[in-house]
Nanobody
Framework: VQLQASGGGAAQAGGSLRLSCTSH????????MGWFRQAPGKEREFVAT?????????????YYADSVKGRFTISRDDAQNTLYLQMNSLKPEDTAVYYC??????????????????WGQGTQVTVSS
């Protein structure tokens, strides 16, 4: 099972990028999805997560790391089997390889990477000051 992340690149501080994640193997609607990132020399860290389709209308359907709250937005288009991460007001400290991940659908939200079963290959985001 593979996820494909794309949309990374170079941006200036204050700019925006939108990451996408798709898969030919998983039906995204059945999965909670997440974004994680790993900067050079650092451990992989949680960025954002969203519940699966059946739970999306419930209260608190998504959750963000404090470092990105108010700047990043996670969303999903299950008809297109695509997960997004809209990143606005980018900062140099957002520079990292970004990974999308999936785990079986749940009404809970998960921020630990070990709780996700499937991963994308990563896409590089570089923000310059």
């Amino acid at each position: 099972v593979q996820l494909q992340a794309s949309g990374g690149g170079a941006a200036q501080a204050g700019g925006s990028l939108r990451l996408s994640c798709t898969s030919h193997d998983l039906t995204f609607a059945r999965y909670n999805m997440g974004w994680f990132r790993q900067a050079p020399g650092k451990e992989r860290e949680f960025v954002a997560t969203i519940k699966y389709a059946a739970a999306i209308r419930w209260r608190d359907s998504d959750y963000y790391a404090d470092s990105v709250k108010g700047r990043f937005t996670i969303s999903r288009d299950d008809a297109q089997n695509t997960l997004y991460l809209q990143m606005n007001s980018l900062k140099p400290e957002d520079t990292a390889v970004y990974y999308c991940a999936a785990r079986p659908g749940s009404t809970s939200l998960f921020i630990k990477s070990s709780l996700y079963n499937y991963w994308g290959q990563g896409t590089q985001v570089t923000v310059s000051s």
